[in-house]
């Protein structure tokens, strides 16, 4: 496994081709850009999969939003498997009122997400 840490309290790790995007704290315009180019990066490389794992971030805004549905949109185009943890409040309500969780692959944690994104159902 091999780990990179970028701005903006995001973590890059890849274990067996899988990219894992950990995002600490709060999200907002000041670093969607990292969040952005952190999860398309990989998928315009071809990954195995990529995981936005959210499940430590404390507050999203609507520009995050937007890098979310990029990437599900970017993953889809190149047939990578993407997945989204996101067990808070925070991100998960706002989600449901744009009602952007019918669209995008919500899990409930990162192990549910990095098992769907490798194939293997856990729910």
Known sequence: MTEDHTASDL?????????????????????????RDAL??????????????????TYCDSTVFS???????AAAARNVPYAIAAGETAVVRPLQLLGLDRLLPLHPGSETAQAAVAGRDRS
């Not at 973590?11 to 969040?35: F, K, M, P, Q, W």
């Open 11 to 35: 973590t890059v790790t890849t274990d067996a081709g899988i990219v894992t995007v950990r995002c600490v704290g709060e999200l907002d315009l000041n670093n969607a850009r990292d969040l």
């Open 40 to 57: 398309l990066g990989p998928i315009r490389a071809g990954a195995r999969g990529v995981v936005a794992d959210l499940t430590e971030t």
């Open 67 to 73: 890098v979310l549905v990029e990437a599900h949109r």
